[in-house]
């Protein structure tokens, strides 16, 4: 186990957070540092340079109203005031020999640069070099530059009190950086478990729902940032889940009793024939009861792959023209015996023609599903109703309105699911596939179906239908 925390430490996104926080900042600081020192290291030299150019300015001056002598003097007068190990100057011949100088016994180790001299020489302007002597840590700053015929002043300043401000600056910028750096490291660190802890909390949620437990949520903070965000779509997702979950088990549910009366009447048929009966047609009314019974079997399960391959998008509607007035018409003549039989009066009014554009087969068997339902759940004495309001190739509207039981409140959510029945007791024929069936039939020619009921005064369902494309 501690062989594997430290790894898993490395590996989580906190730690890599705050490496990432804490090395950009060190990068930009080091960056900072390096313009910084540079504008200082810029303007040091720059005013050294400054320095040395009005130092020559009175040299020149001083040789033009006094002559060499006195240049000689004053070198030796400013040398002293400023002090022999802080500046030191040469005068020197073109050819480069020097024949005046001041005390050079600290400044032994600076040559005379025949190139610099023959820069000077050639472009009549100054010319500038900085020396490191070996044995010393500061920099010399060197000037060449003419200050009368024939006569070249070289002359040097130590940088060593510029260096001094540059190293106090440097240990300095060390010193900071190291507080920085633990700061930012703090810091990041705790932004970083701040900014991950809404992860971790749906990780241990997910967890938790992987242990079997689906009813767990991911607590929301109320923030409005991306992990809440995540957290509401992880919730709504286990939500939809939980949801799912349900109805497979209610369909499953719905499945097996559904299979196990068919099943047992199977079963009994030819146990009973298989006991009682002698004859050939005892065993062929056997035969047929089986058949009638599997017959029942395939439509249930072929309407259910109908569904399934409906919503999925499997199987595309056909896009044929057809006449909904006569579709509708058929349909209302089909039923109108059924209608009788149990003492319903089957109303319709349609146009007298109407063209759309859809899956005949597919309308065709919406309608059936819609019309029989209705007629089964509308009482004797009662009214079925079939309306085209709107009849156009790209919007259709279709009503079938009854006037029986209703929906209740507790079933009007669910009756488009699949295998949900309003008869609890299942008394009544059917799988509970019907209005599933028409529903994806509606939404695959791009339309739905919606309701209206109240209990004990009908239902009102109204489909519809929009053009579909090839």
Known sequence: ????????????????????????????????????????????????????????????????????????????????????????????????????????????????????????????????????????????????????????????????????????FRGLFLTTMALLFGLATGVGWFMARRAVSGIESITRT??????????????????????????????QMLDRIGTLITEIRQMGDNIAHDLKSPLTRIRGSAEITLITEESLSGYQAMAASTIEECDNLLDMINTMLMISKTEAGVDKPIREEMDLSVMVRNACDLFKTIAEDNNLTLDCHIPEHGIITGDTRAIQRMLANLIDNAIKYTASGGRVRIAIPECSENNTIITVSDTGCGISAADFPHIFERFYRCDPSRAKAGTGLGLSLARAIARAHGGDITVESRPGHGSIFTVSLFSIER
């Open 1 to 168: 186990m501690s062989s594997k925390k430290p790894g898993r430490f490395l590996n989580s996104l906190s730690f890599r957070l705050t490496l990432w926080y804490a090395g950009i900042f060190a990068l930009s600081s080091c960056v900072a540092f390096f313009l910084f020192y540079v504008l200082i290291t810029s303007v040091i030299q720059e005013k050294t340079d400054q320095e040395l150019s009005s130092k020559a300015g009175q040299f020149s001056a001083v040789l033009r109203e006094r002559g060499i002598h006195a240049v000689e003097n004053f070198a030796f007068l400013e040398a002293r005031a400023a002090g022999e190990k802080k500046i030191f100057l040469r005068m020197l011949y073109p050819t480069g020999e020097a024949f005046s100088s001041t005390n050079m016994a600290h400044w032994k180790d600076i040559p005379i640069q025949k190139n610099a001299i023959g820069q000077l020489i050639t472009g009549n302007r100054p010319v500038w070099e900085t020396v490191l002597l070996p044995d010393r840590r500061d920099q010399v700053r060197i000037l060449y530059t003419l200050i009368g015929p024939g006569v070249i002043l070289q002359i040097g300043q130590s940088m060593e009190n510029y260096a001094r401000i540059i190293n106090a």
């Open 206 to 235: 997910a967890r938790g729902i992987s242990a079997g437990t689906l009813e767990k949520r991911v607590p929301v903070k109320k923030r409005g940032d991306e992990i809440d965000q995540l957290a509401m779509t992880f919730n």
